[in-house]
């Protein structure tokens, strides 16, 4: 466009409102004014697009989770070793690590499998620490993508940890929840299976480190 295009088109805008004297509104002159300028600075400024920012991804998730990566390591860690020394043995503590992915609720059962109770008095206390996952299951189920298959898998991914941070945005995001829950998942696992062997084999008492305060 002429460089100066909107110079004259100001200029036109006035002259006609000039024109219209009292035969025509002032409120409806200085809005074709206003529509004069807005035109001329079409010419000028580029549209902005309605997309701010990229979609997230998987990495973001795992990028937001690692200033938390190590507390379920240590975490999980500790469970081991106590899972290890109650006699739980590292196969099952590592299933149990992988399958029920739950802090609070495995140390519930370890404690009460270590004091002499029933595996049925371990189950129920797992339950009743792990119900508040099936309200902060129903906040984000709109959001995992798949069939059932992929969802019954992914909701395994559902943690606190995970669940806080895919909210951050003020929208849950299932990018950044997976690989939040990813990241979180296999510290935790990893974690459970070191600390059984070091439960087995360095440690006879795991009240050496002050692990018993877990309980």
Same mark, same amino acid.
């Given at each position: 466009?002429?460089?100066?295009?909107?110079?004259?088109?100001?200029?036109?805008?006035?002259?006609?409102?000039?024109?219209?004297?009292?035969?025509?509104?002032?409120?409806?002159?200085?809005?074709?004014?206003?529509?004069?300028?807005?035109? !001329? *600075?079409?010419?000028? +400024?580029?549209?902005?697009?309605?997309? $701010? =920012? #990229? /979609?997230?991804?998987?990495?973001?998730? @795992?990028?937001?989770?690692?200033?938390?990566?190590?507390?379920?390591?240590?975490?999980?860690?500790?469970?081991?070793?106590?899972a290890e020394?109650?006699g739980m043995? !590292? *196969?099952?503590?590592? +299933?149990?690590?992988?399958?029920?992915? $739950? =802090? #609070? /609720?495995?140390?519930?059962?370890?404690? @009460?499998?270590?004091?002499?109770?029933?595996?049925?008095?371990?189950?129920?206390?797992?339950?009743?620490?792990?119900?508040?996952?099936?309200?902060?299951?129903?906040?984000? *189920?709109?959001?995992?993508?798949?069939?059932?298959?992929?969802?019954?898998?992914?909701?395994?991914?559902?943690?606190?940890?995970?669940?806080?941070?895919?909210?951050?945005?003020?929208?849950?995001?299932?990018?950044?929840?997976?690989?939040?829950?990813?990241?979180?998942?296999?510290?935790?696992?990893?974690?459970?299976?070191?600390g059984t062997?070091?439960?087995?084999?360095?440690?006879?008492?795991?009240?050496?480190?002050?692990?018993?305060?877990?309980?």
């Amino acid at each position: 466009a002429p460089p100066n295009e909107g110079q004259d088109v100001v200029t036109r805008g006035l002259e006609r409102r000039d024109q219209g004297g009292a035969d025509e509104p002032g409120r409806s002159a200085d809005c074709d004014l206003h529509a004069e300028i807005v035109a !001329a *600075a079409g010419w000028y +400024v580029r549209p902005v697009s309605s997309k $701010a =920012g #990229s /979609a997230p991804r998987l990495r973001d998730g @795992v990028r937001a989770a690692i200033p938390l990566a190590p507390g379920p390591f240590v975490f999980g860690l500790t469970f081991g070793v106590l899972a290890e020394t109650v006699g739980m043995g !590292a *196969a099952a503590a590592v +299933v149990m690590s992988a399958t029920t992915f $739950a =802090g #609070s /609720a495995q140390f519930a059962v370890a404690t @009460v499998l270590d004091d002499g109770g029933t595996a049925a008095a371990a189950i129920m206390a797992a339950i009743f620490l792990s119900i508040r996952y099936a309200a902060i299951s129903v906040t984000v *189920a709109s959001i995992v993508p798949g069939g059932r298959f992929r969802r019954f898998f992914g909701s395994q991914l559902i943690v606190d940890e995970s669940w806080a941070i895919a909210g951050r945005s003020g929208r849950f995001e299932w990018p950044i929840l997976a690989g939040a829950g990813l990241l979180l998942y296999l510290l935790w696992v990893a974690s459970t299976a070191l600390g059984t062997v070091i439960g087995g084999v360095l440690l006879e008492d795991p009240n050496q480190l002050g692990l018993d305060a877990a309980f």
